[in-house]
């Protein structure tokens, strides 16, 4: 039944918060891009890699020719075959990489999926479990007097808005997780087209690590949630001789604390991946 008390209210309303944005997390992590939303952002995306795609194959002439005005020597070597046919695999697996690269991209995708599944099945992981007040504090919230229930009021909304903080961070973190898949499928074009040139070909090598690098992320960021999970199922304890104020303030100061470490995981998750990759 729901408390009549504000401050219970307040405490209540922001552990809330963040179980439905930890269920968010998990359930973006989980969606693919294509179903993201309805699929109407992925729609977007995929006309304007069409659209883009006329300009990667113009660039992709381009850096064709100054590779090869780059990679050789003299007019003499372009008349021997073993260079010609280099030059030419070099120019259809170009060719190649942006016509078929979006397929590419995209099993990659599923194959990052996959992992995240695998990652939740083998640790029998389904969802976060929810964070929830305990008993013994709303009884001894609820049973404070009005002069107790002032310094209350004031460490309740101080922590109800550090953990309503601290989820939409985490939540913010996933959705730019998104926003950067669709980014780098929206554009893949351009980058692929550099492996026309030899001395360009580096870009394209940094495209690809990078994608890797932000399919990635999601599998990390998984693997936070995990140990989370696992570093948060027991319940701040709560010393029910101390007075009331000091109960509250304890349990905020320790929930508060779980929740800093999960939203660092997550943060990092970026840059540990990067650091994997050798980015």
């Not at 309303?13 to 699929?39: C, H, I, Q, R, Y």
């Not at 570093?231 to 303030?249: G, L």
Request: aromatic share 10%.
């Amino acid at each position: 039944m729901e408390s009549d008390n504000w401050v219970v209210r307040n405490l209540e309303d922001a552990l809330s918060t963040w179980n439905d944005k930890m269920g968010e997390v998990v359930g973006l992590l989980t969606t693919s891009p294509a179903d993201f939303k309805g699929g109407g952002i992925w729609d977007v995306i995929l006309t304007i890699h069409g659209a883009v795609q006329g300009i990667a194959l113009a660039l992709l002439v381009l850096f064709f020719l100054v590779g090869m005005v780059k990679t050789c020597g003299s007019f003499a070597e372009l008349k021997k075959p073993e260079h010609v046919l280099k030059l030419f695999v070099r120019f259809i697996l170009a060719k190649a990489a942006i016509t078929y690269g979006l397929e590419l991209m995209l099993a990659f995708i599923d194959v990052v999926q996959g992992l995240m599944a695998t990652i939740m099945s083998a640790a029998g992981f389904s969802a976060t479990e929810g964070a929830a007040l305990p008993e013994e504090m709303v009884t001894a919230i609820e049973s404070a007097g009005f002069l107790e229930s002032i310094p209350l009021w004031a460490v309740t909304l101080l922590g109800g808005l550090f953990i309503t903080v601290l989820s939409f961070i985490v939540v913010l973190t996933v959705y730019g997780r998104f926003f950067k898949l669709y980014m780098y499928t929206a554009i893949a074009p351009i980058p692929l087209s550099t492996f026309a040139g030899e001395p360009s070909q580096s870009v394209g090598k940094s495209f690809i690590r990078s994608y890797a690098a932000v399919c990635l992320e999601g599998a990390i960021i998984m693997l936070a949630c995990i140990i989370f999970s696992l570093f948060a199922s027991a319940p701040p304890v709560v010393d029910a001789t101390a007075p009331v104020v000091t109960q509250v303030w304890g349990y905020i100061g320790e929930l508060v604390f779980n929740l800093l470490v999960l939203v660092g995981m997550v943060k990092m998750s970026d840059r540990i991946v990067r650091e994997m990759m050798g980015l």
